[in-house]
């Protein structure tokens, strides 16, 4: 089931931050990371996909289905959204917190599956050791992780995760990625993530979409949109894509000191 942004204007009140982008078919499995400056319009972007801003003009559709024509409980079932603010009641226990998660979307009776569900995901993300941790006993790291398996366990269609890895060391990071990655591509789930990380970005994304103002300037493979002289101009720096012995590539970026 594709995912398709089709003309799409969007923002706060009669102030738009989105104005007329489109996206064109996402399909499934893939990880699409969505990349630019603070304030492009990354989380404005994700807000309305998940529902929480109606569009001014356009639309959004999922397979052959306009998001719009979703009741709400249908597009929380189909969707799963990961904001940069996250927080759970903090008297629950990570397992409890997941399976809460789980369960927002599924009914309230607890099955002998759910729980199953919930051990399977945090097995999948390596975070069974704090299955029984308190969520105020954790840091900011263990948190977000926490987070991260909130919202894989409902198993959606499409996963928006905004910046999933701001608070993680390089190892977290990695594992964290590398676990969406490879659980949604045998989902066959949409995965739409904002990074920071343009490494990460060109490490783990099958495509990126590179948004400046409000506006959509690059889309493409990684290593298309990754060598663009549009990073540089959008970011302020001077950058030059590398590659390393073993094949793969990253991006080496210096401050351009020219005002």
Not at 35 to 42: R, V
Not at 175 to 188: D, F, P, V
Not at 208 to 236: C, F, H, K, M, S
């Amino acid at each position: 089931m594709t995912l398709d942004i089709q003309d799409l204007t969007a923002g706060y009140g009669r102030k738009a931050i989105l104005r007329n982008i489109s996206v064109p078919a996402i399909e499934p499995g893939s990880f699409v990371g969505v990349i630019g400056p603070n304030a492009a319009g990354k989380s404005t972007l994700f807000k309305t996909i998940a529902g929480l801003i109606r569009p001014l003009a356009g639309e959004v559709r999922l397979g052959d289905r306009s998001l719009a024509h979703l009741s709400r409980r249908d597009r929380a079932r189909a969707i799963a959204y990961m904001p940069q603010a996250y927080g759970c009641n903090a008297l629950l226990t990570v397992f409890e917190s997941v399976l809460l998660a789980l369960k927002q979307t599924s009914g309230w009776r607890v099955r002998e599956d759910n729980l199953t569900q919930v051990s399977a995901t945090l097995a999948s993300l390596r975070l069974s050791h704090l299955a029984d941790r308190g969520i105020s006993d954790l840091s900011g790291g263990q948190a977000q992780m926490v987070a991260v398996a909130q919202t894989l366990v409902r198993a959606p269609r499409m996963v928006l995760l905004d910046e999933p890895t701001s608070a993680l060391d390089l190892h977290h990071q990695l594992s964290i990625l590398g676990s969406i990655r490879s659980q949604m591509k045998a989902r066959g789930t949409i995965v739409m993530a904002a990074l920071h990380d343009l490494n990460l970005a060109a490490k783990f994304c099958d495509r990126l979409v590179l948004i400046n103002q409000g506006r959509i300037l690059a889309d493409g493979r990684p290593e298309e949109v990754l060598g663009l002289d549009a990073i540089g101009e959008t970011y302020r720096v001077t950058t030059t894509l590398e590659t390393t012995r073993r094949g793969s590539f990253f991006v080496d970026a210096t401050l351009d000191h020219h005002p």
